[in-house]
T-cell receptor
Framework: EPEVTQTPSHQVTQMGQEVILRCVPISNHLYFYWYRQILGQKVEFLVSFYNNEISEKSEIFDDQFSVERPDGSNFTLKIRSTKLEDSAMYFC???????????????FGNGTRLTVT | DAKTTQPPSMDCAEGRAANLPCNHSTISGNEYVYWYRQIHSQGPQYIIHGLKNNETNEMASLIITEDRKSSTLILPHATLRDTAVYYCIVRVGGGGADGLTFGKGTHLIIQP
């Protein structure tokens, strides 16, 4: 069964450094998402992306975050200057057709654990 | 915030049916009910979704009340691997991308 893959599985970085988290969505999917989960807390929506632009973003997704689909297969989340509070699991998800066709479900990857020291 | 209410935890014996309730009394006519689960900090796993009718797939059954104000996810023969946090989520239908809003879910523990 096709799946969303994320790399790396664990990333350690120093405060103030830039990180790029990578995701390969399911190949025929058109909608892409990033979520995060701070240890012991809820899964939180960050951003959704369709047709090479951001569709929706949450309050968490401020100017230090950006997303890109550089080559038609990868979907990346960049954090420009990491803070200690950015330490979390970051999950990528994709959906075949968003809400348009039978409300297509999101399929999630297994995440990247980001540790900011 | 999430528009659903779920018990924080439940136990179920291995081999028995696990019935997980969810209240969504303010659900709108075009909102779908989704169920996901998360096993020990892995990514959320899609289980099933529905609008009005009951649904069944290889993982579970979803029973939605006639007034749509509540639903039950049924795992017919629970195994130890079904121990996870189960999330009930309502999601608007229609066009455009959107983000699912996760609540705290129900921590289901399958007992041997």
């Amino acid at each position: 069964e096709p799946e969303v893959t994320q790399t790396p599985s664990h990333q350690v970085t120093q405060m103030g450094q830039e990180v790029i988290l990578r995701c390969v969505p399911i190949s025929n999917h058109l909608y892409f998402y990033w979520y995060r989960q701070i240890l012991g807390q809820k899964v939180e929506f960050l951003v959704s992306f369709y047709n090479n632009e951001i569709s929706e973003k949450s309050e968490i997704f401020d100017d230090q975050f950006s997303v890109e689909r550089p080559d038609g297969s990868n979907f990346t989340l960049k954090i420009r200057s990491t803070k200690l509070e950015d330490s979390a699991m970051y999950f990528c998800a994709s959906s075949e057709a968003g809400r348009i066709i039978n409300n297509s479900p999101l399929h999630f990857g297994n995440g990247t654990r980001l540790t900011v020291t | 915030d999430a528009k659903t209410t779920q018990p924080p935890s439940m136990d179920c014996a291995e081999g028995r049916a696990a019935n997980l309730p969810c209240n969504h009394s303010t659900i709108s006519g075009n909102e779908y009910v989704y169920w996901y689960r998360q096993i020990h900090s892995q990514g959320p796993q899609y289980i099933i979704h529905g609008l009005k009718n009951n649904e069944t797939n290889e993982m579970a059954s979803l029973i939605i009340t006639e007034d749509r104000k509540s639903s039950t996810l049924i795992l017919p023969h629970a195994t130890l691997r079904d121990t996870a946090v189960y999330y009930c989520i309502v999601r608007v239908g229609g066009g455009g991308a959107d983000g699912l809003t996760f609540g705290k879910g129900t921590h289901l523990i399958i007992q041997p």
